[in-house]
């Protein structure tokens, strides 16, 4: 068994939608990246690959490389999937905190865990997302982003 920590956070953007555990939010403004910005997918991607001692997202999926421009997240985490089963691993649980002001995420936190463990092909009681605030604290607290953390525990194959 080995065990990864990700984190990742962008600041809002003009534009919708947002995207957050590879689903979206037509009506909500969407995350500054290069990528689709999705916090809570590039956490994952980020424990997933420490665990695996495989370094992290950016070096695997470079912010000034073009054709990560746009990306969707999700293809992002199934590259990073593929490349944690190269090294003799499979994902045997997730756990991702968001830290968001808005939007409500619980209404929406179903969906996301369906979005993530489809993207991973595991079974959704394999991944487990919850959502808090910042309690009006700092750059987030004030709305200006969106953070998340997450754990990926590994089982060898």
């Known amino acids: 068994m080995r065990i990864g920590i990700g984190y990742d956070i962008h600041r809002y953007a003009e534009d919708p939608p947002l995207v957050l555990g590879?689903?979206?939010?037509?009506?909500?403004?969407?995350?500054?990246g290069h990528s689709d910005?999705?916090?809570?997918l590039h956490a994952i991607i980020d424990a997933?690959?420490?665990?695996?001692g495989l370094g992290?997202?950016?070096?695997?999926?470079?912010p000034d490389d073009p054709a990560y421009a746009?990306?969707?997240?999700?293809?992002?985490?199934?590259?990073?999937?593929?490349?944690?089963?190269?090294?003799?691993?499979?994902v045997e649980n997730?756990?991702?905190?968001?830290?968001?002001?808005?939007?409500k995420l619980a209404p929406h936190v179903?969906?996301?865990?369906?979005?993530?463990?489809?993207?991973?092909?595991?079974?959704?009681?394999?991944?487990?997302?919850?959502a808090t605030t910042n309690?009006?604290?700092g750059a987030i607290g004030r709305g200006e982003g969106i953070a998340a953390m997450a754990v990926a525990l590994l089982a060898e194959r």
Request: no cysteine.
């Open 22 to 32: 590879g689903v979206h939010f037509p009506d909500e403004p969407g995350l500054s």
């Open 37 to 40: 910005a999705d916090a809570v």
């Open 48 to 52: 997933m690959l420490g665990a695996a």
């Open 56 to 62: 992290d997202i950016g070096r695997h999926f470079p």
């Open 70 to 90: 746009g990306a969707d997240s999700r293809v992002l985490l199934r590259r990073a999937l593929e490349m944690v089963q190269e090294t003799g691993y499979q």
């Open 94 to 103: 997730i756990d991702v905190t968001v830290i968001a002001e808005r939007p």
């Open 110 to 130: 179903s969906n996301m865990v369906l979005a993530i463990a489809q993207a991973l092909s595991v079974e959704p009681h394999r991944v487990n997302l919850k």
């Open 135 to 137: 309690e009006g604290i």
